[in-house]
């Protein structure tokens, strides 16, 4: 855990998330919460995070992503380095060819 986050209000913030239970209220809550740039960043993290994961090169990434190079190697910094929350999340996930679908309920 990164001790630099945590805080009461970050607390707040993930039990609220933890709350969702369908992508349709995700969605709600997230558009309430985010901009739109702010989400599309997220989620083009989450997709190069999964492609550096499958051992994807990075020329392959920006051209399907349009994620700069800079983004890609940051990310793959947390996926070497960080605290496992990107394995953690695709070991819960089935993902295959772009589609994201819950394993388990």
Known sequence: MNSKIKDESVDF???AILSLKTVDECYN???DLCTVPEIKAMSQRL????MLSTKRVYSDIVAETGASTA???RV???LNYG????ALVFGRLDVKDGEH???DK
């Open 76 to 78: 793959n910094r947390s």
């Open 29 to 31: 809550f997230f558009e």
């Open 83 to 86: 605290c496992d929350g990107y």
């Open 101 to 103: 679908k819950e394993e």
């Open 47 to 50: 997709l190069v995070a999964h």
């Open 13 to 15: 913030l993930f039990q």
């Open 71 to 73: 983004t890609i190697s």
